[in-house]
Nanobody, 125 residues
Framework: EVQLVESGGGLVQPGGSLRLSCVAS????????MSWVRQAPGKEFEWVSR????????YYADSVKGRVTISRDNAKNTLYLQLNSLQTEDSAMYYC??????????????????RGQGTRVTVSS
């Protein structure tokens, strides 16, 4: 059974930082591209970032480019998202997500077919 368990969210002031983690199990983590997606209250899902199976092939949404770094530790089956210079617009539920097939590199939000339960990030003063 595929499990994706996110953690690291919380309340942070504007300009602050958070590091999100996602521990994966139930599949060959090192053969899957992984992504972070988010959903703000009342808004649609937004694809935030992606990283290829070997740690290359990163993608960042324009809304977070320069403030966010995605990384992974395949030995620990863990995906990370470092969020810096957080803004109120970054408040959302953040989910890690994977495509349905190994070695497939998603190029659209819809191609991330499975996600975890999420961790909430709230940016507020």
């Amino acid at each position: 059974e595929v499990q994706l368990v996110e953690s690291g969210g919380g309340l942070v002031q504007p300009g602050g930082s958070l590091r999100l983690s996602c521990v994966a199990s139930g599949f060959a983590f090192d053969t899957y591209a992984m992504s972070w997606v988010r959903q703000a209250p009342g808004k649609e899902f937004e694809w935030v970032s992606r990283i290829g199976p070997g740690g290359f092939g990163t993608y960042y949404a324009d809304s977070v480019k320069g403030r966010v770094t995605i990384s992974r530790d395949n030995a620990k089956n863990t995906l990370y998202l470092q969020l810096n210079s957080l803004q109120t617009e970054d408040s959302a539920m953040y989910y890690c997500a994977k495509p349905s097939s190994p070695w497939f590199i998603p190029t659209a939000l819809s191609e991330n077919s499975e996600r975890g339960q999420g961790t909430r990030v709230t940016v507020s003063s």
